[in-house]
Each structure stands twice: as C-alpha cells, then as structure tokens.
C-alpha cells in the first residue's frame, strides 16, 4: 500500500490550495481515505475524510464551508480543495487509509489508520 501526497505550498491567507492523495497497493473502493494534520507544536487532526464505497463525507467544523474532499476512482485519488485559507491551516497534511465500507469516528477523530503517507507542507502567510 503506497499513499503519495503533493500540492503543498505557501499561500497568503484567502488563498487557495488543492492537495491530492494518490493511493497505490489496494482496492480503491474498499477503503476509507482522510486527511490529517498536524501543525507545529500541536497533536494530529483529522480534517476531513471520505468512504471511496459510499461517498459518504467528514470534515471538522473548522474547515467546513471552505475546504472539499472528492474521490476519483479512475485515477484512485483523493483531493482536498482548500479555500479561504487561514493562518491556523498552517501544518503538514497526511493522507491516511483504512480498509472499511463506512466513515466513523473511529478513523476521522481517533486517527485509527492502517496507512499513512508522508505529509505535504501547507503554509499560509503573508
């Protein structure tokens, strides 16, 4: 199993970035695919994720109404569009994999993932 992150970069705030997540080694369909992160001197948060079988979605309050997980099967890919980025979106983004149906807290908040990339660095400053 392979998760490969890109899209990171610097932005000013208001701007906007759109990480992908291309899975590698398994069923596309079968899993649950998230992204966490974790910005400096904080714990990991899961942001937001997806189940690739139900297209049923997560996202914490936080980044609700500005950023958008979307899955595409063809290219087993995950992206996240983030919009309105802010000072505090500032971390490195993980993209993460379970093998379930459905999306619980068990992976989105306990972060309780089989698989994980190796981050992408976000920074939004001016």
């Known amino acids: 199993v392979q998760l490969v992150e890109s899209g990171g970069g610097l932005v000013q705030p208001g701007g906007s970035l759109r990480l992908a997540c291309e899975a590698s080694?398994?069923?596309?369909?079968?899993?649950?695919i998230g992204w966490v992160r974790q910005a400096p001197g904080k714990e990991r948060e899961g942001v937001s994720c997806i189940s690739n079988g139900r297209g049923s979605i997560y996202y914490v309050d936080s980044v609700k109404g500005r950023f958008t997980i979307s899955s595409d099967h063809a290219k087993s890919t995950v992206y996240l569009q983030m919009d309105n980025l802010e000072s505090d979106d500032t971390g490195v983004y993980y993209c993460?994999?379970?093998?379930?149906?459905?999306?619980?807290?068990?992976?989105?908040?306990?972060?309780?993932?089989?698989?994980w990339g190796q981050g992408a660095q976000v920074t939004v400053s001016s």
């Open positions: 993460a994999a379970v093998r379930a149906r459905y999306i619980t807290n068990r992976f989105c908040v306990r972060l309780e993932w089989d698989y």
């Open positions: 080694g398994f069923t596309f369909g079968d899993y649950v």
